[in-house]
């Protein structure tokens, strides 16, 4: 891109105002520290020009919505269309999330997240021993279609689109949310969405599973093939970065272990027999905005191009749909602190401004009292009106990536790029995504990474408003906090008695037969009689009890 003598005389100009300007200053006022790096470790410079991106071809960065995506994947990017503004709810039963929806709705959301409780999760009904105490605590509660469908009521699924987050049990969530479609007539090729699905991170990070690695698997395989025959605009799965970050591990290894998991997923399904162009378009990511502004952004840039080199170069992907990454985004919970909580609005803003600037198609802002309690309707709103005054007040949706061109931030694109890619090399040598977490290897570097920022984070070496730097004393948090109703689990209790009293228990047990036979064999997909269960009001509970008699169930290797 550059004209080679002219980076030669900025380097010449460089140097000398090193030697004369810089050096004198430097003499009468010393830097705050001997060397500064990213959040994930990367160098950084005191300044950039010319000659930092001068290896950088024009074709590594280019032009929105063409290969290898750097600067959108769309060429219009929010000129065309706002990306996605979600807030994540759920909690108690699906009538008490309903209402909370609605609201959200009325607020302008343009999207809908849904948040599950533990048990829902885990795979537990709500009457379970071992579901006590959780039931609605921490999302809403669904053990039957009934709950979907009380969670959904008065709302039309055929024009919004309904993010789930929910993985050892996503199969039942998705063959629930088909089967509600089907019950309302609605055309499922219309349904829009995502459900999250990216069991391949649980193992690494969040630590929420119940079967082995392989048929968890085998399971994310049949949504994707399922989805790719039936639902055409929905994503079977946001392989997901969020967590993996939220555990410890750094930007850098967010994207680099996000990758390594979208390649496993890939190679599942084209062992199927699927061509990587008939399901790559559908397939989604999830990451998070952190506090690093410049790095966020470039993360998201670099993200798309390794994601378009992979598919094109690693998988022969020909379409540029299936090259093209997508992403949710949800600012950093991890970041959001009990002391001084409203500084967490401007935690929020920041990393929502870095999501945005980096190209994300859709978002979730933290309230202002999550490190509290599930967001009361205050602060859902105030984190609302984040998104909503980025894009309607300050005009940075006019231009399609406006960071692109800054000597700093191709740098750090391109810093970032290669470090991924080394890490993933790595994990190939070691033998592939799922051997390494066989083996602990993830799970390793994910807390050696936790441990190192804890450290720097005890000695005030990484700053915390409030906590670390400019600390009051303790005090009542001054802002009015969610609480879930007491009788929240004796009303879920009583629906699901209710609904097992009314079904057709011989049909039922003839299904979950059907299911434990087809578990037997890994070429069957199990999607189809997923649905024809829960249609038959079986439970959660029930389907995944009946497949831990099949599978059993996955205990982690310790990682010292």
Known sequence: MFDR??????????????????????????????????ASGL??????????????????????????????????????RLWTMRQIAGYGTGEDTNQRFKYLIAQGQTGLS???????????DSDDPRAQGEVGREGVAVDTLDDLAALFDGIDLETISVSMTINPTAWILLAMYVALA????????????????????????????IFPIRPSLRLVRDMIVFCTRHLPRYNPINISGY???????????????????????????????????????RLAFYFVAQADFFEEVAKFRAARRIWAKIMRERFGARRPESMRLRFHCQTAAATLTKAQPLNNIVRTALQALAAVLGGAQSLHTNGLDEAYAIPSELA???????????AEETRIPHVVD???????????????????????????????????????????????????????KASGQEVVIGVNKYVEPPEPPGIEIHRVSPDV????????????????????????????????DPAVNLMPVTIELVRARATLGEIVERLRQVWGTYTERPVF
């Open 43 to 80: 160098p950084v410079k005191r300044v950039y020009t010319p000659e930092d991106v001068a290896d950088i071809p024009w074709e590594e960065i280019g032009l929105p919505g063409r290969y290898p995506f750097t600067r959108g994947p769309y060429p219009t990017m929010y000129r065309g």
């Open 402 to 456: 406006p960071l692109g061109g800054s000597w700093y931030v191709e740098a750090l694109t391109r810093d970032f790029e290669r470090a991924v890619f080394d890490i993933l090399a790595r994990v190939d040598a070691m033998g592939g995504t799922v051997k390494c977490i066989e083996e602990g290897w993830f799970q390793r570097e994910i807390a050696e990474s936790a441990y190192r920022y804890a450290q720097r």
């Open 182 to 209: 089907q019950e309302r007539g609605l055309d499922l090729r219309r349904l829009s969405g995502t459900c999250q699905t990216d069991i391949l991170k649980e193992y690494m990070a969040q630590k929420e599973w």
């Open 5 to 38: 003598d002219a980076i030669e005389r900025i380097a010449a100009e460089r140097r000398d105002w090193e030697a004369r300007e810089l050096a004198e200053f430097l003499a009468r006022q010393p830097e705050g520290r001997a060397e500064y790096r990213t």
């Open 380 to 390: 859902m709103k105030v984190a609302l009106r984040t998104q909503q005054i980025i």
């Open 489 to 520: 689990e004796a009303r879920q209790i009583a629906r699901l008695r209710a609904v097992r009293a009314r079904r057709d228990g011989r049909r039922v047990a003839e299904l979950l037969d059907r299911l434990a036979r087809e578990a037997e």
């Open 114 to 124: 849904v948040d599950f409780d533990m048990p829902t999760l885990m795979g537990y």
């Open 243 to 281: 967590h993996i970050s939220e555990a410890g591990a750094t930007s850098v290894q967010e994207v680099a272990f996000t990758m390594a998991n979208a390649i496993a997923y890939v190679e599942e399904v084209t062992r199927a027999g699927l061509a990587v162009d008939e399901f790559a378009p």
